[in-house]
């Protein structure tokens, strides 16, 4: 079994700035991409950012400029660092991971999600 764990969601005021983490733990071979996806009430679930395991990036039009992904891969853990943040940031921010476990079977697994609320 492979698991996403989120921390570092929260409520903040716009302009301020938010660090997510996700860390992958389990029965894991290898970490391949990984990445955020949010969603709002009454929207579809987005890309926010993803990471590759050679560390190539991709970003969701509305955050790039002002959020920025990391990975440590000794970790199997991921960073979203949020800047800049605004009302419209407000979601769920769900982990993602596309895994190779133990026994080489690929998967993609989820987190439970974290709340980000962006207000004054």
């Known amino acids: 079994q492979v698991q996403l764990v989120e921390s570092g969601g929260g409520l903040v005021q716009p302009g301020g700035s938010l660090r997510l983490s996700c860390a992958a733990s389990?029965?894991?071979?290898?970490?391949?991409?990984m990445g955020w996806y949010r969603q709002a009430p009454g929207k579809e679930r987005e890309l926010v950012a993803r990471i590759s395991g050679e560390g190539i990036k991709d970003y969701g039009e509305s955050v790039k400029g002002r959020f920025a992904i990391s990975r440590d891969n000794a970790e199997n853990t991921i960073y979203l660092q949020m800047n800049s943040l605004n009302p419209e940031d407000t979601a769920v921010y769900y982990c993602n991971g596309f895994i190779t476990t133990r026994a080489l079977l690929m998967s993609t697994y989820w987190g439970r999600g974290t709340q980000v609320t962006v207000s004054s």
């Open positions: 389990g029965s894991i071979f290898r970490v391949n991409h």
